[in-house]
């Protein structure tokens, strides 16, 4: 299959400048995925007129994008899925399902029924377990591999930390930290809380867990125990500004996992920590810090005012992030054009037990805290 390239069909293109998916779309429309070219475009809620109702600027930004893919790319765009059209013979298609969690299942349905026979599926990709299960099962059964966004997984500072863990002679522990830039009052983070009401696990802290689902063997079946860091961490019950319910989340969290077969490793998130997520290698045995290793790091900062000047107004995680999505995109579309491993990209099945494994940590860790 040499010279072919993946036919995408983007799932979720969401507004210009704002959504995940139109940074897909900009990413493949640069030619900057060697294995794989944008062919349609699927938007359900800004070719709608909910939308022109609800958010009219951003109706009106994703119409002018759409005139340039139709007018100048010559690129289809829809609003369901199946109105794509049935794939010419010999076209490998691969989808790219860039939508609400609560969206994907019946999303992911439709993209097999136009015979995707590859899938990239944004993380979490469903709100359930039962959910994902269902969903792997029914591509399973038509020949469709699902592959998971969960960008950290190629990043090279997680590649950096594992190196220099298992290269040292220090036995080493290994921390992941993830920040976020919430300012820390009451009002930003019941705000917060209640927007990310499946809590800090499922959400923030969900491509840690899938770090430690993917490369130390970390499931349910094989935790031996839990520990929270009760210094670092805080669990708080806030009032959701919108709805008045009350949500119990962490608004920092640090624990460490040991499993088994003796494999010790750690997470933390903090809401209000900054804009970056480090991996940190200690010395196990002093605890002295050797390393620490950033995302993003040196080269993907030093590109960032090079994708500002060319996408002014868009998010700036787009920028931060950008190495890694477009390693993604290329490692999934390589796998399904000429079988080349995608080396550390997230399976379904990662999906599946990483959830499970932040549905198991929740209620234990808040205990751990609550006391």
């Known amino acids: ?22 940074y897909h779309a900009v990413q493949l429309l640069d030619d900057r995925c060697p294995s794989a070219t944008l062919k349609y475009v699927v938007e359900p809620f800004y070719t709608s007129d909910a939308a022109k109702r609800i958010d009219p600027a951003g109706y009106e930004s994703f119409q002018q994008f759409r005139k340039e893919l139709e007018d100048q790319r010559g690129i289809p765009v829809y609003s369901q899925v199946s109105d794509v059209p049935a794939p010419a013979e010999g076209e490998l298609r691969l989808g790219i399902i860039s939508a609400r969690t609560a969206d994907n299942p019946d999303l992911l349905a439709s993209c097999v029924n136009i015979q995707c026979k590859s899938i990239y599926l944004e993380k979490p990709g469903a709100p359930t377990v039962t959910e994902l299960e269902a969903m792997r099962d029914a591509a399973a059964s038509a020949g469709c591999k699902v592959f998971m966004g969960f960008n950290k997984n190629v990043s090279a500072y997680l590649q950096r930390a594992k190196i220099l863990a298992q290269t040292s002679d220090q036995t080493c522990d290994v921390t992941f930290l993830h920040n976020n830039a919430y300012p820390n009052t009451p009002a ?9 009401a499946e809590g800090m696990l499922k959400n923030m802290a ?11 063997g970390v499931t349910v079946d094989t935790i031996a125990s839990v520990e929270a860091d009760t210094e670092f961490s805080s669990c ?7 709805s008045g319910k009350d949500f119990t989340d962490f608004d920092k969290l640090k624990f460490k996992i040991t499993t088994k077969e003796g494999v010790e490793v750690s997470v933390a998130a903090d809401r209000c920590g900054g804009d970056d997520s480090v991996a940190i290698v200690t010395d196990a045995t002093s605890g002295e810090q050797i390393a620490t290793f950033t995302m993003p ?4 900062v030093a590109n960032i005012p090079n994708l500002e000047s060319k996408y002014p107004g868009a998010m700036p995680y787009f920028f931060t992030q950008d190495p890694d999505y477009l390693t993604l995109k290329e490692r999934v579309a390589r796998n399904f054009v000429d079988g080349t491993e995608a080396e550390g990209v997230a399976t379904i099945d990662v999906a599946i037990e990483t959830l499970k494994v932040a549905e198991y940590l929740t209620p234990l860790l808040q205990e751990q805290l609550m006391k």
């Not at 708080?236 to 919108?242: A, M, W």
């Open 206 to 216: 969900i491509h840690e867990l899938a770090i430690l689902v993917t490369f130390y």
């Open 188 to 196: 930003d983070l019941s705000e917060c809380f209640e927007r990310n």
């Open 1 to 22: 299959m040499s010279g072919e390239k993946a036919s995408v069909v983007l799932v979720g293109c969401g507004c210009p400048l704002k959504s995940m998916g139109w």
């Open 297 to 300: 790091d040196d080269d993907a």
């Open 236 to 242: 708080q019950t806030l009032r959701g500004p919108s």
